[in-house]
């Protein structure tokens, strides 16, 4: 349904709404500030941020475009978001599990998966380590602790807390991460999950990524509450907006709400406000519903123009630098593609590799 068909709801209009993040003003950081989040080492922090974030973008533009040749079988763009993804790479540590939702990958890349395996992945070859039988944007990378996403919208947050669950009761150093959307805060999981970790004050992070949009349904219309981190309150656990386009903010929001979930202080929720600046899917088309303001709002938030103008102000960056590390991004991008055109297309008999210990004979 596109959004001039739907019917006009009397409280969205009245109430006290600010749902697209227009309460968020990007702040501005001098050197003294940045120390003092990010250490003395701040800027090989940010340096590392901006590489891994042109190179989600890179991949993102490309992986788009051979959905479109029918090289892919479909891609979920996380143009806008890759401050999240990156920042929480960069707060987390190896022990800690990280359960996703559609648009985290970036994250697997950033803790260490390689690129080369995740673009095996998309391309759903023998290589891939699911061997072509996960949709797409779906990877497992068990090497950085990255569960493969759990397509029903909002499951896997209540797997993120079965597993913050076992990690309490194993005594684990680490923490576990849920990456869900503003339309999973309407689905059961979203309680189920909330409120089962708040009682038993379970080590998890629940990272709700407000992009303001379930497909086409804009978050106004999904729920009454005018600041999403409000509902933590309803589960008695602490819970804050953060501007999820700015690296330092998501960085400093992640790292402390997780040495709190390892210290014994129980959950927190992180509502990271962004702007989805691209479809939903490659099977989507934002223009038939989407107000074109909403893309004027985004492309003043783009995360990685933030952030390059951040660390140029700083005299960490200048423009052949940009074109030097954009180059880098695109090389690696290309190469992972081309290794991954050349592999072969997984075996029938992989069907059931990794799934059973010992495989029935097929009924004749
Ligand atoms: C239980 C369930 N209902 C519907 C869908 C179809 N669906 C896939 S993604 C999506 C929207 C999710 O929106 P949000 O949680 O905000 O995440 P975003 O896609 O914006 O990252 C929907 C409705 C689904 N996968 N699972
Ligand atoms: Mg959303």
Partial sequence: MTSSEEPARPGAAAGPQDTRGASLQ????????????????????????????ILGRTLDQRMLGLQRQGRVGFYGPATG???????????????????????????ALARGHA????VHHLFADNVDPARGRQMPCHPTA?????????????????HAVGVAYGQKLRKDP??????????????NDFHAGLNFAGVLALPVVFCLVNNQWAISVPVEHQTHVAVLADKARAYGIPGARVDGTDLV?????????????????GPTLLEFVVFRMAAHSSSDDPKRYQPKEFQEKARERDPVERLEGLLKRLGRLDDAGVATLAADADARVRMAIQTAEAAPQ??????????????????R
């Avoid at 990007?26 to 891994?52: I, V």
């Avoid at 068990?142 to 209540?158: K, L």
């Fill in 142 to 158: 068990r090497d950085v602790h990255y569960v493969s996403m759990s397509s029903v919208v909002g499951t896997q947050i209540t």
């Fill in 249 to 265: 903010a998501v960085i400093a929001a992640t790292r402390d709400a997780l040495a709190r979930a390892r210290g014994g202080g």
């Fill in 346 to 363: 997984p075996v029938p008999d992989s069907l059931t590799t990794d799934v059973f210990s010992s495989v029935a004979p097929t009924p």
């Fill in 115 to 118: 690129l080369e395996t995740y």
């Fill in 81 to 107: 978001q890759e401050a999240v993804s990156v920042g929480a790479a960069l707060a987390s540590g190896p022990p800690d599990w990280v359960f996703p939702g559609l648009r985290e990958q970036l994250l």
């Fill in 174 to 187: 680490g923490a576990t991460l849920a990456f869900f959307g503003d339309g999973a805060t309407s689905a």
């Fill in 26 to 53: 990007p702040l501005e950081y001098d050197e003294p500030a940045l120390q003092l989040l990010l250490g003395p080492t701040w800027d090989e922090t940010l340096m590392t941020g901006y590489r891994w974030m």
